[in-house]
């Protein structure tokens, strides 16, 4: 079936440490891929995406590049602070998906970045 | 960005009573709004999907009995827990498309006694 499996955390680095969040996918068809972000008290909130296979997300010197070859959509920063401090979660939607189109999760990942 | 809200945050009750929980977009209207689930360190799982005017449309294993939604409104959708039992305890979140992105809102911890 249709899943997401991402690098179980925590994920402890300190300030300006280079992130790296593995995603990998397992999907029919052409998926769309989603990093969602979760700050504390707070819903998730759309940090990038890629559409299509080579299709590069960034946002907030957040980045991911959608891998078809791998099936992979790995979240990197180069410099974190502390304030990136969040849960991460990688998602996909199909294209043509039997809910609407709803997205399916990873079980996220917590980072921490202390100073 | 488009804005979600959720009421309550946080819900404590008894064994055998019903607890609703509120969806709300803001700033737009959304003919469609998602209820998921939320287990510890488990990822979000979908409930249902609920369709402004039009009985909603559960995920397979989902108590629809159980779980009852009702999305009255453009702005507006509910999801009423009945007859809660501890198993039930967990975190219910809710989210409303607009314009092909879906828009989270806070959760609500649901603690079933």
């Known amino acids: 079936g249709n899943s997401v499996t991402q690098m179980e955390g925590p994920v402890t680095l300190s300030e300006e440490a280079f992130l790296t969040i593995n995603c990998t996918y397992t999907?029919?068809?052409?998926?769309?891929l989603f990093w969602y972000v979760q700050y504390p008290g707070e819903g998730l909130q759309l940090l990038l995406k890629?559409?299509?296979?080579?299709d590069k997300g960034s946002n907030k010197g957040f980045e991911a590049t959608y891998r078809k070859e791998t099936t992979s959509f790995h979240l990197e920063k180069g410099s974190v602070q502390v304030s990136d401090s969040a849960v991460y979660f990688c998602?996909?939607?199909?294209?043509?998906?039997?809910?609407?189109?709803?997205?399916?999760f990873g079980k996220g990942t917590k980072l921490s970045v202390k100073p | 960005g488009a804005v979600v809200s959720q009421h309550p945050s946080r819900v404590i009750c008894k064994s055998g009573t019903s607890v609703k929980i509120e969806c709300r977009s803001l700033?737009?209207?959304?003919?469609?709004m998602f209820w998921y689930r939320q287990f510890p360190k488990q990822s979000l799982m979908l409930m249902a999907t609920?369709?402004?005017?039009?009985?909603?449309?559960?995920e397979q294993g989902v108590e629809k009995d159980k779980f009852l939604i009702n999305h009255a409104s453009l702005t507006l959708s509910t999801l009423t827990v009945t007859s809660a039992h501890p198993e039930d305890s967990s975190f219910y979140i809710c989210?409303?498309?607009?314009?092909?992105?879906?828009?989270f809102g806070p959760g609500t911890r649901l603690t079933v006694l």
């Open positions: 998602a996909l939607r199909l294209a043509q998906g039997g809910s609407q189109g709803n997205l399916i």
């Open positions: 999907a029919t068809g052409y998926p769309s």
């Open positions: 609920s369709n402004e005017g039009s009985k909603a449309t559960y």
């Open positions: 989210s409303a498309r607009h314009h092909d992105e879906q828009f």
């Open positions: 890629a559409t299509k296979a080579d």
């Open positions: 700033d737009f209207q959304a003919t469609t």
